[in-house]
């Protein structure tokens, strides 16, 4: 019997695999996944599911998700991706990983259909995932796509309802140059008919978004245009929101155990979310909302957003590493007190740094760093550009040295911040 260890290994070396490699791996068809499906004999369409796309946004949103329905008492299950420590994090049922010997079993079992269909690692994930989830009779699946949608191995489902959580520059040279080419990437999980909500109304994709969900006869629905901000602020490391529903007018109050101000957007996301699926006869109570989301990342285990792992001085991971994920993040900033901050930060290289760069304050001390993986950005290169920007700081060979400068450097009353890509959080891990 092949171990867990040895299956991993040749998962990791056998398949072409996006987080390391890059666009190489990226299909430009479905044809690999149908034709997985088509072996396992179709097991997406045995349980319910529901589909969330967006740059940021949608590994938060689809945790929520998953909480509300465990909290109802739903069998849920949930994949994401990418992993931050264990391969096992991206497919759960009810917060707990899929198990060694399924990973095995399944892997020993494709093997011989491996070299004849040559799937990418996230295709065979997905396929994985699917098979678990109908193992295990889930009563309904959050899916997460990996990149973009219309052509993202998730996409061969027909969900309950559609989530679309925002448009930002990423991985333009797979989705597209212009915001409205990537949201068409996103607005290709739209289904006939299939419910969607847009989290945040964005004036330069909303006609995308309009178009394509009048096409496909899908009620669509924006967040943010049925939900009011009345207040937010955070407590401890909880982010206290009330919210006006303004169709029938009524004013709901939460507690995240997500300390993030942006997760505020997501938040309205599932809001609307809820709304559509307790219309579809799905049992949550408002009461089921409620403690979920004050209960978040101990009923899914989510973990590297605006995650509090020190206090003196306070250090903060946060796996925000494209344009919109980092703006976030700075916004997120203003609410802290600190004596001086230090940012532990490395990229991968295909990242549109010239944007995300210019975002960060001159007045913070740099940790140009590079993760173990052949895609990570080199530390010197990156370090050059910062310090060309006014971002001072020096580059360490690794996130641990970094992250170990950092902490020598820093008062007690100063901040740490990790971020820039889920690489470096999942070593600083």
């Not at 867990?4 to 430009?28: C, I, N, R």
């Not at 027909?158 to 520059?169: C, D, F, G, K, V």
Request: charged content about 20%.
């Amino acid at each position: 019997m092949t171990s867990y260890q040895d299956t991993l290994e040749y998962l990791y070396a056998q398949l072409p695999m996006f987080s390391k490699v890059g666009a190489s791996a990226f299909k430009k068809n479905l044809d690999n996944t149908l034709a997985l499906m088509e072996l396992l004999q179709q097991p997406q369409h045995t349980f319910k599911t529901i589909h969330v796309a967006g740059t940021n946004g949608k590994g938060s949103s689809s945790h929520m998700l998953a909480a509300i329905f465990q909290q109802a008492g739903y069998k849920t299950g949930l994949y994401t991706s990418p992993h931050l420590l264990d391969f096992r994090e991206r497919i759960r049922v009810n917060g707990q990983m899929i198990t060694e010997d399924f990973v095995t079993g399944f892997i020993e079992e494709m093997r011989p259909h491996i070299t004849a269909i040559e799937p990418s690692f996230f295709e065979l994930t997905v396929a994985m995932a699917f098979r678990y989830f109908q193992q295990e009779a889930v009563d309904i699946a959050i899916i997460e796509t990996g990149l973009g949608g219309r052509l993202d191995s998730t996409n061969v489902i027909t969900p309950e309802l559609s989530l679309i959580t925002n448009i930002s520059y990423d991985h333009k040279n797979l989705l597209g140059d212009t915001l409205t080419e990537i949201a068409s990437e996103k607005a290709g999980i739209i289904k006939q008919g299939v419910p969607v909500v847009i989290s945040e109304t964005q004036s330069e994709v909303q006609a995308v978004f309009i178009n394509k969900a009048k096409e496909m006869a899908a009620p669509l629905h924006f967040a943010d245009q049925e939900w009011m901000e009345s207040s937010s602020e955070i407590k401890g490391n909880q982010l206290h929101i009330s919210l006006l529903d303004t169709q029938p007018q009524v004013m709901r109050s939460f507690q995240l155990d997500l300390s993030g101000q942006y997760q505020e957007k997501n938040v309205m996301g599932v809001l609307s979310a809820v709304k559509i699926l307790q219309q579809q006869g799905w049992d949550i109570s408002w009461d089921h909302v409620t403690q979920a989301l004050s209960h978040v990342k101990k009923l899914t285990g989510l973990r590297g957003r605006w995650e509090i792992v020190a206090t003196h001085p306070l250090t903060v991971l946060d796996v925000g590493h494209n344009e919109a994920g980092i703006r976030e993040v700075m916004e997120q900033l203003r609410h802290v007190n600190y004596q001086q901050l230090h940012i532990v930060v490395g990229f991968v290289k295909d990242k549109e740094i010239e944007q995300v760069l210019p975002l960060f304050p001159p007045t913070a001390h740099y940790y140009y760093c590079k993760a173990q993986l052949p895609r990570a950005m080199d530390e010197v290169t990156l370090a050059e550009l910062g310090n060309g920007l006014g971002l001072q700081g020096n580059a360490w060979p690794s996130v641990q040295a970094a992250l170990q400068a950092a902490r020598q450097h820093a008062q007690p009353d100063d901040m740490i911040l990790v971020c820039g890509s889920f690489f470096v959080v999942a070593e600083v891990m």
